[in-house]
């Protein structure tokens, strides 16, 4: 309780910056949730890949070197690497894993278990990234660049860390900042565009009645395509953002994160955008006060013992409104 007490305001601007990741990724699994009412446990692999794309793309450009504007160019360009690479893993997941059988009409289940394939083969083929340059015939150069098996990968340093201002005991970092501001950034787009684009609109229409929206006109299979998209490209902010935290990454960093995201999801409500950034904060800052509480070593029970309890007592999550539901 005296950890808690003497660093309650570092323990809750890092839970939060942490918990702003968490909601970004929880975002995609609320996303096709809502539309396609699958739990997509390979988004955890589009995160990771974004963090991978971001870590090679400032590498290969000798990001490490950059000082003044050049910081904000890099930063630039490590986002677009993220999101870009994020989001085609995204759509390519739903060609391949999850469209042909919506046209066979196959079972929930059926659709649970080639999320969960999919979520160990692309690991396994992160965790093998030399190997797999190796088949394409890429050369020992580039099997070199993308690192050994298993080997984590180091993202060149942009940001020198340091004090802004102090909140109590805590110096708030200019990382910190940068973190959360971004992802609150992305967060308040991405609510504006499900509440008031016409995509948006398609989007919610899907998710309360597929049938009903179909015979508005709305594309189900155009629509399915955009959400996918969208979460990974809320992934890959995540990813970049994360990068900027921790600063390293390996084929299982969305493990998990992503596991975590997917409480965060279902903690704030699965199937509603801002139940995924209530429960994202919630739960980065609920994990920093527990460690406090009972130790680092219980950080991740602490976690998933929150969402057990908030299910116990209110099983829709914390604001349980649906996707389809949601007010413009």
């Known amino acids: 309780m005296d950890l808690l007490i003497h660093h309650f305001f570092e323990l809750t601007i890092t839970g ?14 609320t996303l096709v949730y809502g539309v396609l009412r699958l739990i997509n446990f390979a988004h955890s692999e589009v995160f990771m890949y974004g963090t991978f794309a971001a ?3 400032l590498t290969a450009l000798g ?11 890099y930063l630039v ?18 060609y391949v894993a999850y469209r042909p059988l919506r046209k066979r009409n196959s079972p929930p289940l059926i659709a649970l278990i080639s999320a969960i394939g999919a979520s160990f ?61 971004s992802a609150l ?46 979460g990974g490209v809320m992934a890959g902010g995540a990813a970049m953002l994360y990068l900027l935290k921790i600063g390293v990454t390996r084929y299982n960093a969305g493990f998990l ?11 704030g409500g699965i199937g509603n955008v801002r139940g995924a950034l209530l429960g994202g904060f919630v739960l980065g800052v609920a994990e920093n006060y527990g460690s406090a509480l009972v130790g680092t070593q219980w950080k991740d029970v602490v976690a998933f013992l929150l969402l057990v309890v908030i299910l116990l007592f209110r099983p829709t999550g914390l604001l349980g409104e649906s996707l389809g539901r949601a007010r413009a």
């Open 55 to 57: 870590v090679w793309a």
């Open 121 to 181: 083969v692309l690991s396994e083929l992160m965790g093998l990234r030399d190997k797999v340059a190796g088949w394409f015939g890429l050369g020992t150069t580039l099997q070199d660049y993308v690192g050994r098996p298993r080997e984590n990968a180091v993202m060149p340093s942009l940001v020198d860390s340091h004090t802004v201002f102090q909140i109590g005991d805590y110096g708030v970092k200019n990382i910190d900042i940068i973190v959360f501001v």
């Open 257 to 267: 994160l992503g596991v975590k995201a997917f409480t965060a999801a279902v903690l």
């Open 77 to 94: 360009i490590g986002f677009a690497a993220a999101m870009i690479v994020s989001a085609l893993v995204a759509l390519g997941l739903e």
């Open 185 to 230: 950034v992305m967060m308040v787009v991405l609510d504006q565009f499900v509440s008031r684009t016409r995509l948006g609109r398609g989007i919610r229409a899907v998710a309360q009645d597929p049938e009903a929206a179909a015979l508005m006109g709305i594309n189900r299979d155009r629509i399915i395509r955009v959400t996918f998209l969208v």
């Open 16 to 29: 939060l910056t942490l918990g702003a990741v968490y909601a970004l990724v929880a975002l995609g699994y």
């Open 63 to 73: 990001a490490g070197n950059a000082s003044g504007a050049g910081v904000f160019g």
